[in-house]
């Protein structure tokens, strides 16, 4: 049997003993640290940590939380452990631009993101082609204002039944419900076209473009109740010109919302994300 690969997140009031309390346990399992990351937010008072170990052959998940239990109780610690050897599975909306979906996929292809689409939801019909070649069930549910309850909780059902770790709103152009939001949050992320905050509704670029902007860029963030203003996980911007035309910073814009939405999307399932208040602590 192969050793086991682990990654355990944690986070506590922040006073002494905490890293030397939970490195100690690892120690006495055989438990070989592989990476290890800390953050102190002197503002907050708390402490973030986040440990990649591997256990000797035969540890269980089971025996890694047992021995941990102390240190978890001592220091009163939200923690989360992670099997390494079960890939993650995400389910991907989509609107009528592929752009991000399509990184995505090509990502996951190369083996830089290690992750199973379990599912392509989506608003319109433009993907199903996409979706039926690569063997991915395709969802088609139409929001209105009249149903948007009863395909929030067909989107429910969907995650519940693949087991879906994470939702990812690859140019999703529909907005979640507070309470879909509320009910999983911090298991959504979304590509926001622009470098927070900038200009809203429609055609965004063309927008930045009458304004004469000289950067444009995107943001991806978790999903909450506040449109747009969840936590940030990744940006990215790039300079643009005077002499670009309007079809250029489209062309930029798409490029950034595609690398930027695959980081947050890697850094998220590799547990490098940790939610702190209206914020995030994102490990490199």
């Known amino acids: 049997m192969p050793d086991k690969n682990y990654v355990l997140t944690l986070s506590c009031e922040d006073r002494p003993g905490i890293v030397a309390s939970v490195t100690t346990e690892l120690a006495g399992m055989d438990a070989n640290i592989a990476e290890s990351n800390q953050f102190w937010d002197r503002q907050t008072n708390r402490f973030f940590m ?11 998940k089971d025996d890694v939380e047992r021995a941990l239990k102390p240190a978890i109780q001592r220091f009163d610690m939200k923690t989360s452990l992670v099997d390494q050897s079960k890939k993650p599975k995400i389910v991907i909306m989509v609107s009528k631009f592929d752009h991000a ?121 978790y999903v909450t109740p506040d449109l747009d203003e969840g936590p940030i996980i990744e940006q990215e911007t790039e300079r643009v010109t005077h002499a670009m035309s309007a079809e250029d910073f489209v062309a930029t814009g798409r490029d950034i919302e595609s690398r930027v939405l695959a980081r947050a999307v890697k850094k998220h399932l590799e547990s490098r994300v940790m939610l702190n208040g209206h914020k995030t602590v994102v490990f490199g």
């Open 101 to 221: 979906l399509l990184h995505l996929f090509y990502q996951i292809k190369v083996g830089w993101l290690d992750a199973d689409v379990a599912a392509i939801v989506s608003n319109h019909e433009d993907s199903r082609r996409f979706a039926e070649h690569e063997g991915i069930p395709y969802h088609v549910l139409p929001v209105s204002r009249d149903n948007k309850i009863e395909q929030e909780e067909a989107l429910l059902r969907i995650v519940k039944d693949t087991g879906a770790d994470l939702v990812v709103l690859a140019r999703y152009m529909q907005v979640l419900s507070d309470n879909l939001s509320k009910r999983l949050f911090g298991k959504v992320i979304n590509i926001h076209h622009s470098f927070l905050p900038s200009f809203k509704g429609a055609k965004p670029y063309h927008q930045a473009y009458e304004r004469g902007v000289k950067l444009i860029g995107a943001t991806a963030h």
């Open 50 to 60: 986040r440990i990649a170990f591997t256990a000797a052959e035969g540890t269980s």
